[in-house]
């Protein structure tokens, strides 16, 4: 059975429980439950993590005792700034799917460059939580 | 019975004829072939088109008789340059997502921006053939 | 009696058809009639197109059989992005005004310089409708 | 009866006098002439005034004991770097229509910018004195 | 007895007599009665300007008679375009305090930059009209 | 009573320690406790932290158990280069003061540009420790 | 016998026809007979084009029904600005000469960078018509 | 007998007064009488004016009564924000001279570009005092 | 007996581990040992980190309860981005060399420039495991 | 009989002896035997040379006794940066036609501008030792 | 007796006898012939150079025998492109004086910058063959 | 046995002769000796060359007679400009170490970037006189 991680990165913590007129009132929790079940009809087994800190982003990547076979991650603001991040990715060899609920390039400017994007297989961004849900589709199929 | 428009752009009728090493081997033949299956199981109708002209795609979104409910494109190479496409969305007031074969933030520098993606709902991309297909269960989704 | 062409460039059919709260009530049928009546007055024929197609808009300047006295055009989309149309003015030699409806120097970056006003005789932007009347009026004192 | 205040910036007051190759050989006097023709037509009271110093166009946009219904203003060399003017007629809320003689956007690189453009209601240029004639028909029938 | 010469740059004789919705309802002069009540606490003596004339910022800092001991500034727009006012500051060699009511950095991008900034001692922004009453507590401190 | 949380960013433990030529001679020690003074006497709780890693500030600012209702953030060198915590400002939607000891439009180029001024209701800098001070009066009196 | 696909770009259809001044007198049917002429002596076949449309550049490269061995290309304004072109001789992957009759270097700054000439087996610049001949006989040798 | 109007610009009334380490203890009083020395002895009549502020520089070079035949300028800072200054140059058509008592390129980045030097026969700078008398001296040569 | 602190930064720990064919088959515990085995011949002690966290290297900088007489450290992906690790390294005043495996000179723009070159004493990069050796010959030349 | 000037410029010694793999098997001495051969047969002398040295390009330019009626060069790594050739191109006055082995335009950025195009008659560029041979019977046919 | 090195930079020896019309009739003898009747009077010596090689410009800074006290450049096109003039100049110590024939800020974008002004003294320009006599008589003034 | 080239750039000849506060004592004779020691340790034979010409760096690299099997170079001031010597170091395809006495990045931008070390297979840098020792020991372990 494949194994995938999901990293959520941050502030996504605070989905869907605070200022729910922009950002939705769908809380991780729910996109988790999501995300779950479409794991277990594809069948392949989750891990899910969420962090602040971006090192620990590049932790789980290349830290975890069982090597994964994809990544799911939703690097959130780092998606900007973090060249760990991208080196991890590239180091892991994991096969990456980058995901935003938010369309970035509709945002301010120094949004609208990902460092991820260049070593991810694929993006999907700009559907909220179902960015996630088409994004785990996608990898579980390139997987 | 809702409508979506599909629009390939520039160049994509060449798709799986040629450098098969490159673009994969798949046609757009193919591709439709998928995109209407997908339909018929969600119950829309789609239009199909391809073309090669800038103008050419702002008539079809704009001056078709019988309004669509949701637009799927792939602008290619003019999804870094046309401003007039980009308005077409707008004006048009038509829900869009946005699809790529490849991650085109892998590549040339002058590829690096899209000038569709701050307009429309949301951007698949880099999955190759499977792009369209996320993309269309999104807009579907979202219509 | 001197020939003027005037040109509306992409999306401007649409004028007064949607979105009306932001673009106006005023179709482009309208605009013409007003057009036309100045044209009666001043004693100039029109001949008026609309098009999408950037190279259509190059074919107008430089292909008609006539060879007009005066250009007014409002190049949309096209402003910001086509080098075609600006060597098709300069190459036609036809003395042109450039209006646009809207403040373009009001609105996104990429919008706010034109390949157009420099090879103009002058500019008329941001009075909505009233843009063409003015600039009409100008180009039939200039030529 | 509506009161508009025109104020011609920079060097202005040179217009005719110096150098008629280049800058033609209508003075601002002619030009001034000329508005007033149109405002006893128009039935509008127009204040005329022409100043070198920047401060003293933001003086007179803010400290007219009378307010004024609408500002036709050529702010020349200003236009290019000056925000103290930009302010002064946001501030005032006195809608502004922007004149220049010839087309700034075909000069010198430092002057194809406007801190002006994206705070007036339109913009008039290239025409040479014509400029004004429209820009004030223009600002009247706004006001 | 210590003297501090408080600046006010252009249209801020506007505060609070237009747009109240936007620039607060508080005037020029409930301002200069606020920093006259601390400066009669503290026992220090203030002369207070306001003008709209570059040149004579520039006066007022470096032709005044009497040496003063502190400057509080709000250089308004000035203080991204005026070289003149930071040569005047260092001249002067006058302790300097640079205020601002609202927060130029989530303003436009030409106002993202401070010419004062570099050559003040400190600078207090975003505060509305209490910018005043910190930036001179905090100049009485340092001098 | 009203709950605030204090924030000092990166290297500033070593305040008053090291170098006390360049940075004084203050130490993080006594600026705390004059902050405790101000609390005390304007009746508001402070809770005081120190890290060098940003996504602990990230972790502060949103899982703290008790909502404050004010923050005072100095963050040192992640002023420059941290979204992350930019977007945990606006997540977490508590009104937000940032401080800085020196005036960093003085110094190299990369630190002339803040990434939280932006969503900070104010910003004092300059100051040296007295920029704690002046900030903390400001933040009270705001909320 | 091998074939060469000629393409002339948008407004050289005018070419010699006005403005002789700068364009100088030659015609595109003299520059078109010339090339037949060599055509006939080096034994290749020629397809002469010439349009004003971007995409129907990239039809004739891509669409044609017997694939051509050679392809020479005066892209004129698109030069600059069309990606799709650039698409389209890779795509098709026909080796290809690009000319221009005047240097482009010499020329205002957006025309001083060309998006052809990174896909293109060579470039001949700036001798008017003899760019064609130029260009004509060094793609022959290669193909 | 040929006339020359000397400007000192913003600040220079201080020279020689305030922090002689840097700008030296030679006061403009001192510069003037050795100006005149040299006018005195080529036989031209000098008029000498200081003045702070940017309109009046404008003033002085385009309404002087009687024209002069010469401008020999030290713009300070207006030197790199004057476009106002600079028109005033070009529509006088006085032969100006430009000096500076600093070498201007070695000081901060927006001092190391002259809007003035581009409309000035000749620039002389970084000489202190001296290089008003070296270009006066040339001045005096060229009319 | 000095000390110095050598730091690994993110991702280094995989070295040699995974794809050797771009990073070499030496690991990280090979390159520690050679250090160790230079740190005896050379009697200086050596505490030696890897850390994936961006704020722990400013950590291990600043908080060491006995102070470093030289710091060797290879700070990888936070080399392009971290103010953080640079303010760290000039806070605590120890002496150090920068090190890097690769030549970032010839990789991604956006890892040709280095946030710590600036305040390091010297840098060595290019020559792999073989960077490290020379740097910390170098360093222990220099404390 | 015609002269004609031409130049290697640095590198090109070593053409066809080392690294044949990426710069093809022909020698200079190769094709300036082709080129002897076109100008016996077109009846034009050629003083062919190869220097590594900027200002020894700048003297065979501008010092020959007897002044040449054409230039044929490779300025090589000159081509970006030397003015010096640019200027002695100029002030030598000589028709000048630029060719490049290679097209730099698909090579790395700092190649991709031409300070030498800019006062050249023509350019030939990415054919190999085929542009010097298109480069010489072109300027034979402008001498 | 004080001796100065006159250096003239490339192309400079053809000054006088080619385009006449736009670079004057005064050849670089006659220039000499001024500077040495100078140098007579003011009692130093010369020793005059032209060279187009950088080097040898460097060589003749750096390698004289006999120190010289005073440096008069005109480095021409080396001016902007040449660091290692600009290290000679700082590492000989030897007080510099730039001069140009023309304005140099008048003329093409990458003219407009000088990388010698910045280690010079001062710098005359604009003035033709005159500004070699200020430079010269400011130069002995100097040393 | 081996031979390596070592080319000390421009101005180097100058090293410990003059300015010692700033470049140190040690003279280029002492660094010589120091690298032949180590040599004949090493057992490699050392050509040692000091030019100040870049066409002379170039000839030495890639004319010599025996070819080396590694290069040594402080390319000084070329470091920024010298595309001949990139070009030379890949043309002859010598493995190359680039060594610099001072810490480039810790200067003026313009030096703040190598065009060598891209093609260089490591650089050492500000170690002063070391940086030579490091750089040679490296190189003499590649090769």
Do not use: C, W
Not at 29 to 47: D, S
Not at 77 to 97: C, E, F, K, N
Not at 116 to 135: D, E, N, Q, R, W
């Amino acid at each position: 059975m494949k194994k995938i991680l999901v990293i959520h990165g941050p502030n996504l913590h605070l989905l869907g429980k605070r200022q729910p007129a922009i950002y939705g009132k769908t809380t991780l929790k729910q996109i988790n439950a999501e995300l779950l079940k479409i794991a277990k009809r594809r069948k392949v087994a989750l891990t899910i993590k969420q962090t602040n800190v971006e090192g620990e982003i590049v932790n789980l990547i290349t830290k975890n005792k069982h090597r994964y076979q994809g990544l799911l991650i939703n690097p959130a603001a780092y998606t900007h700034t973090s060249v760990a991040i991208r080196d991890a990715i590239v180091a892991s060899g994991i096969p990456t799917v980058e995901v935003h609920l938010s369309n970035i390039y509709m945002r301010e400017e120094f949004r609208q460059k990902s460092l991820i994007s260049g070593v991810a297989k694929g993006t999907v961004l700009g559907f909220g939580p179902k960015s996630y849900i088409l994004g785990l589709e996608a990898l579980i199929d390139i997987i």
